[in-house]
């Protein structure tokens, strides 16, 4: 069976994007999703890269660019206004639940939260507020994002997506075939299909 190594970052909007379209190009092709929470701020800076916001045109560009591929892919989509939102404790989030039956959810409740509603995630009571929303126990998450395998987890899914030549994301691997961005999900379907 085929594998579509999904990294992504929740602080992504392209992520997001791409997370919508995943499941159904797996079914299509009987492949499974190997999701991997990765840094991105890691990536940029290991990589010499920079958001697409730190260029005033491409910011305006991209949230056009961004509006298109919603309205295509026929899914919810806002530009948050609270961005940038760090999401190192988000994404140890995800690593600590990945692989557990909350793990989905969790990925819903999150890119619901800051490409949906959206809202602002650098604040922990709303952060508490939006999980609890959800079914899960903010305290419990928060103990399971401070234990150092999850910390550890992480760095290490991060240090080996940019050991692999990832510069962004969301990137997507089939096999060794890099795809980087959620408007090459086209490519990703090809090499499944392959």
């Given at each position: 069976m085929k594998t579509i190594e999904f990294l992504f970052d929740?602080?992504?909007?392209?992520?997001?994007?791409?997370?919508?379209?995943?499941p159904?190009?797996?079914e299509r092709h009987g492949a499974t999703?190997?999701?991997?929470?990765v840094l991105l701020g890691a990536i940029h800076k290991a990589s010499n890269n920079r958001s697409p916001v730190a260029c005033a045109a491409k910011a305006i560009w991209m949230n056009h660019d961004l509006e298109r591929f919603a309205k295509r892919y026929g899914v919810p989509m806002g530009i948050?206004?609270?961005?940038?939102?760090?999401?190192l404790l988000l994404?140890?989030?995800?690593?600590?639940?990945?692989?557990?039956?909350?793990?989905?959810?969790?990925l819903e409740t999150i890119f619901r939260a800051m490409w949906v509603e959206p809202v602002n995630l650098n604040d922990p009571a709303v952060l508490g507020a939006t999980l609890s929303a959800a079914g899960f126990d903010p305290q419990e998450l928060l103990e399971l994002t401070s234990r150092q395998e999850t910390k550890d987890a992480l760095r290490e899914t991060t240090e080996s997506a940019?050991?692999?030549g990832v510069f962004g994301a969301p990137t997507i691997f089939v096999g060794d075939e890099m795809h980087f961005g959620q408007d090459r999900l086209d490519f990703v379907e090809a090499a499944l299909a392959a």
């Open positions: 929740f602080g992504s909007p392209t992520s997001y994007l791409a997370w919508t379209q995943v159904a190009i797996a999703i190997d999701y991997q929470p948050n206004p609270h961005f940038p939102i760090n999401t994404m140890r989030g995800a690593t600590a639940l990945k692989g557990t039956d909350r793990f989905h959810l969790y940019i050991a692999r």
